[in-house]
């Protein structure tokens, strides 16, 4: 039953039409009906974001179609390097260039670290920019083929900013083990907490800070009016300047004597 349902979603995959690509990073939701006015439309999300679990398979001549529900986070160009895992991870053209920029400058900082080094190699010398052919066919070099023991069957993952190409024999293997892997369920439930949780957190971060924030120039002229003008209308002590400061002189108590709570009163006035 599984299977026959990979099936379908497989050939709905291949028979799509492929959306214009786009020239900005983003994701766009798929339209239907009416065009929606400039007002209506929904902004870009800044950030290329790449989700969901897309089954299909290479072609005789070591293609594969790019899912469409992956396309509107990628653009005609984009990268193919070997992962950790030895899968084929698939990069946003200017994300891609990111990782590449980060290896050099990873060399540059750490020019005696041979392990560094090695790290560097083996992503520069699988990595191949990739150019989509009709309907977003794109070719997946024979180097990338032998590393991650791509053959026919394929599943691609997508990963926030970018998707890894699997093995389906290898994928079906990993999940196996991660279905009974413990601590994994552990740390995708505190993921799940965490960020359901971080959303409410963060505006009361926010709003803490705000009230936190210090008065304006404006509101602190204000303030500093008003509390001159209250103590020039209590008759509570006296302002004097001594050596360029403000000083209070206590007021008296009557008895030529300085009343100790009338000071107090004074100096909380300051």
Same mark, same amino acid.
Request: a negative charge.
């Given at each position: 039953?599984?299977?026959?349902?990979?099936?379908?979603?497989?050939?709905?995959?291949?028979?799509?039409?492929?959306?214009?690509?786009?020239?900005?990073?983003?994701?766009?939701?798929?339209?239907?009906?009416?065009?929606?006015?400039?007002?209506?439309?929904?902004?870009?999300?800044?950030?290329?974001?790449?989700?969901? $679990?897309?089954?299909?398979?290479?072609?005789?001549?070591?293609?594969?179609?790019?899912?469409?529900? *992956?396309?509107?986070?990628? $653009?005609?160009?984009?990268?193919?390097?070997?992962?950790?895992?030895?899968? @084929?991870?698939?990069?946003?053209?200017?994300?891609? *260039?990111?990782?590449?920029?980060?290896?050099?400058?990873?060399?540059?900082?750490?020019?005696?670290?041979? #392990?560094?080094?090695?790290?560097?190699?083996?992503? $520069?010398? $699988? +990595?191949?920019?990739?150019?989509?052919?009709?309907?977003?066919?794109?070719?997946?070099?024979?180097?990338?083929?032998?590393?991650? =023991?791509?053959?026919?069957? @394929? @599943?691609?993952?997508?990963?926030?900013?970018?998707?890894?190409?699997?093995?389906?024999?290898?994928?079906?293997?990993?999940? @196996?083990?991660?279905?009974?892997?413990? #601590?994994?369920?552990?740390?995708?439930?505190?993921?799940?907490?965490?960020?359901?949780?971080?959303?409410?957190?963060?505006?009361?971060?926010?709003?803490?800070?705000?009230?936190?924030?210090?008065?304006?120039?404006?509101?602190?002229?204000?303030?500093?009016?008003?509390?001159?003008?209250?103590?020039?209308?209590?008759?509570?002590?006296?302002?004097?300047?001594?050596?360029?400061?403000? +000083?209070?002189?206590?007021?008296?108590?009557?008895?030529?004597?300085?009343?100790?709570?009338?000071?107090?009163?004074? =100096?909380?006035?300051?």
């Amino acid at each position: 039953m599984l299977r026959a349902t990979q099936a379908r979603a497989e050939e709905a995959d291949a028979t799509e039409v492929a959306p214009e690509a786009s020239s900005r990073l983003g994701l766009r939701a798929p339209r239907s009906g009416p065009v929606p006015g400039p007002s209506e439309v929904a902004p870009a999300v800044a950030v290329p974001v790449l989700t969901g $679990t897309h089954f299909h398979a290479l072609d005789e001549k070591g293609r594969v179609i790019i899912p469409p529900k *992956l396309r509107p986070a990628l $653009t005609e160009q984009f990268w193919m390097m070997l992962d950790e895992n030895d899968n @084929v991870a698939i990069y946003n053209h200017q994300t891609g *260039l990111d990782v590449l920029a980060y290896c050099e400058s990873m060399m540059a900082e750490y020019p005696g670290d041979e #392990d560094i080094a090695a790290a560097v190699e083996r992503v $520069t010398s $699988t +990595a191949e920019q990739v150019s989509v052919e009709s309907n977003w066919r794109v070719p997946v070099s024979e180097l990338l083929r032998f590393h991650a =023991q791509l053959d026919k069957k @394929v @599943v691609t993952v997508g990963v926030l900013n970018h998707a890894v190409l699997w093995s389906r024999e290898k994928w079906e293997s990993q999940q @196996v083990q991660r279905l009974q892997s413990g #601590d994994v369920r552990r740390a995708q439930a505190q993921i799940l907490r965490a960020a359901a949780s971080g959303i409410r957190k963060k505006a009361h971060e926010q709003a803490m800070q705000a009230e936190a924030e210090p008065l304006s120039r404006q509101e602190q002229a204000d303030h500093d009016a008003s509390a001159a003008s209250g103590r020039r209308g209590s008759g509570v002590g006296s302002s004097a300047v001594v050596d360029g400061s403000p +000083a209070r002189t206590a007021a008296s108590a009557g008895d030529g004597k300085r009343s100790a709570r009338v000071l107090t009163l004074s =100096q909380l006035g300051r």
